[in-house]
């Protein structure tokens, strides 16, 4: 079987999970390279991994023969001159969310990507990935629920990783760019609709120094698409019991419900404390075999050279929505898009 050989730049936390999966859980992947700005870091994975490639400079690592498609799982800001320094080396490219900081740089993003129609790009917005979301799309696209009425996503983050996230905070563009830009994609692509007006809410319930990043520790966005359909979203840093994320999609003859995969067992304990199920408590435990099936897919649109989705313009969308709902958060008003 044909594989396609990666090249992968960022091995942090979720840069590691893409990492394992490229190396050993994706039948059309190899992974032979390995690039961080911190090297001791690189060659430690690159060791565990059996990759025999590895650099701190990702131009280095682009001008490699061998590496044929690239995985950026770096920083948000460099997203874009990682983009360019790939796709000018004549390298596939799979990158994380969100696309850029501002929709400026999404638009140059798009331009790269434009000039280069032979290359096959993909952003990963992985809950499109995910078993039950495929499904109730599937569901969706079938009839089953009729028309779509409403779209309600649900999504909190564990306190008990708040230390990381109040330190990632100041430059992670906020709650709406960096947490709620999956529920904006989420309704984008349930829907087949782009929002017609917003209403975003929120405030620092727990965690005051949010206010001072000019950004909330919960917000929440009422949205009507221009289809009619309505929609609303809810996002959470201080979930006492850990990852949490729901969607609900109302429909004029039913509903369909993703309820949160709280565990990845079903065991129950029985104690003085009643009866307990333990939660997942980070984004990548939960969302591990979505993490794989989008690279799954990118590899098979590679292989077959088919632009895959979601692409370039799906990442400017959702970073304009996002930038949108902090606009209507800051000035607590409607706004018509």
Same mark, same amino acid.
Request: proline share 4%; glycine share 8%; net charge negative.
């Given at each position: ?18 990492? *394992?999966?490229? !190396?050993?859980? $994706?039948?059309? &992947?190899?992974?032979?390279? +390995? ?5 001791? =870091? ?63 740089? *999404?638009?140059? !993003?798009?331009? $790269?990507?434009? &000039?280069?129609?032979?290359? +096959? ?5 992985? =809950? ?210």
């Amino acid at each position: 079987m044909k594989k396609v050989k990666f090249g992968i730049i960022g091995v942090g936390r979720l840069g590691y999970e893409h990492a *394992c999966n490229l !190396a050993s859980r $994706i039948p059309g &992947a190899e992974l032979v390279a +390995i690039c961080d700005g911190n090297e001791a =870091r690189a060659k430690e994975v690159a060791e565990e991994l059996g990759v025999e490639f590895v650099y701190s400079d990702p131009k280095e690592m682009c001008a490699n023969p061998e590496v044929e498609a690239v995985a950026i799982v770096t920083n948000t800001s460099s997203h874009v001159e990682m983009i360019r320094i790939a796709m000018e080396a004549g390298k596939h490219i799979f990158c994380e969310k969100p696309l850029a900081e501002t929709v400026e740089k *999404c638009k140059e !993003a798009e331009a $790269i990507i434009e &000039a280069h129609p032979e290359l +096959i790009f993909m952003l990963g917005f992985m =809950r499109r990935f995910d078993n039950s979301y495929e499904i109730a799309r599937k569901k969706i696209d079938n009839g089953d629920i009729g028309d779509i009425i409403l779209v309600r996503c649900y999504s909190q983050d564990p306190r008990s990783i708040i230390e990381g996230t109040l330190d990632y905070a100041p430059r992670s563009g906020g709650q709406f760019i960096d947490m709620s830009i999956h529920d904006i994609d989420l309704i984008r692509w349930l829907t087949g609709s782009e929002p017609a007006k917003l209403w975003a809410l929120g405030g620092c319930y727990e965690f005051p120094q949010y206010k001072e990043w000019d950004d909330g520790d919960n917000v929440s966005c009422l949205m009507q698409m221009k289809n009619n359909v309505m929609a609303f979203f809810f996002a959470g840093r201080t979930a006492a019991h850990g990852s949490a994320v729901e969607t609900e999609i109302l429909g004029t003859k039913g509903m369909l419900r993703i309820g949160s995969t709280p565990t990845n067992s079903l065991v129950q304990v029985f104690s003085e404390n009643g009866v307990c199920q333990e939660c997942y408590q980070d984004f990548v435990t939960r969302w591990h075999y979505a993490y794989i099936r989008e690279l799954e897919v990118y590899c098979d649109a590679v292989l077959q050279h088919k632009q895959p989705t979601p692409n370039v313009y799906d990442g400017t969308a959702s970073t304009d929505i996002a930038f949108r709902c902090k606009e209507s958060f800051l000035k607590n008003e409607l706004l018509t898009m």
